[in-house]
């Protein structure tokens, strides 16, 4: 995958974002590609337009051009190359660019030191993308960027083609609640759709349980909770995502960890 990524897909009922004007730029430097998926997703029903970097040393390369073009950043803390405190710490030499910086290191030290170096807002792992959104139209509202709008309805009589998704023998048009596959149409549950959704655009990246299970049921992972493990049980037995599933992609627990859907059935975790 390449270093970076741009918008191309479209949210359900919406048209892609490159035929419509976005409304605000951002940069996102995480190294967790599955959240830089979902993010691109959600972010391109919000009409912005989200680049993705996965290293500290591409981020500054891109931040030390005048006209990089960006009105907010999102920077994990945690990256490969330098941390995002050091990114912080040289955009503040010369740049006002407003930042919120992202983390699952919680501690009251780590986001003083995060504020101090500059950011504009601090919000720790996982999130919501709801509580994203809210804290990015906050931000810009106070650094006087461009306000993110509630993205409107497509216009009558327009009504895009629905994007379909597409990992290995493994098809799904992502706007409804039914699957081809070999056996005939599966009739998915909604939070079996959304599930399948996720994993297929992050297809080959594992997805971490609290975050899959913020995005997929909206709620924040408590402990003995096994919805999310069920509903991802239900799905592979329903798809026969199974390591001798023939020409499908296989779903993998990761122990402890999450989940990958791997591209090809067969392919390393």
């Known amino acids: 995958m390449n270093s970076h990524q741009m918008l191309t897909h479209s949210k359900d009922g919406v048209p892609p974002a490159d035929s419509r004007s976005a409304i605000a730029s951002v940069l996102l430097v995480d190294d967790d590609i599955g959240l830089g998926q979902m993010l691109i997703e959600y972010l391109a029903g919000e009409m912005i337009q989200?680049?993705?970097?996965?290293?500290?040393?591409?981020?500054?390369?891109?931040?030390?051009?005048?006209?990089?073009?960006?009105?907010?950043?999102?920077?994990?803390?945690?990256?490969?190359?330098?941390?995002?405190?050091?990114?912080?710490?040289?955009?503040?030499?010369?740049?006002?660019?407003?930042?919120?910086?992202?983390?699952?290191?919680?501690?009251?030290?780590?986001?003083?030191?995060?504020?101090?170096?500059?950011?504009?807002?601090?919000?720790?792992?996982?999130?919501?993308?709801?509580?994203?959104?809210?804290?990015?139209?906050?931000?810009?509202?106070?650094?006087?960027?461009?306000?993110?709008?509630?993205?409107?309805?497509?216009?009558?009589?327009?009504?895009?083609?629905?994007?379909?998704?597409?990992?290995?023998?493994?098809?799904?048009?992502?706007?409804?609640?039914?699957?081809?596959?070999?056996?005939?149409?599966?009739?998915?549950?909604?939070?079996?759709?959304?599930?399948?959704k996720i994993l297929m655009r992050s297809a080959g990246h594992m997805i971490g349980r609290e975050q899959l299970t913020l995005w997929a049921l909206g709620r924040k992972l408590q402990p003995q909770d096994r919805s999310l493990d069920t509903h991802v049980s239900n799905l592979r037995r329903k798809l026969g995502l199974t390591a001798n599933a023939q020409g499908l992609p296989e779903l993998r627990s990761v122990r402890g960890l999450g989940y990958l859907l791997t591209a090809t059935c067969g392919a390393a975790a």
């Open 50 to 196: 989200l680049q993705t970097v996965q290293d500290g040393w591409m981020a500054h390369e891109l931040l030390r051009a005048p006209d990089h073009g960006f009105e907010l950043l999102l920077l994990d803390v945690t990256l490969p190359g330098q941390s995002g405190f050091d990114i912080l710490r040289r955009l503040r030499q010369n740049s006002a660019l407003p930042v919120i910086m992202m983390t699952a290191r919680a501690s009251e030290a780590d986001r003083i030191a995060g504020l101090e170096l500059g950011a504009d807002d601090y919000l720790p792992k996982p999130f919501s993308p709801r509580e994203l959104l809210a804290r990015m139209r906050a931000v810009l509202r106070r650094n006087g960027g461009a306000a993110i709008r509630q993205a409107p309805m497509p216009s009558a009589g327009a009504a895009p083609a629905p994007e379909l998704l597409q990992v290995g023998a493994l098809s799904y048009p992502a706007h409804g609640l039914e699957v081809r596959v070999d056996s005939g149409v599966v009739r998915l549950t909604s939070v079996e759709a959304r599930l399948l």
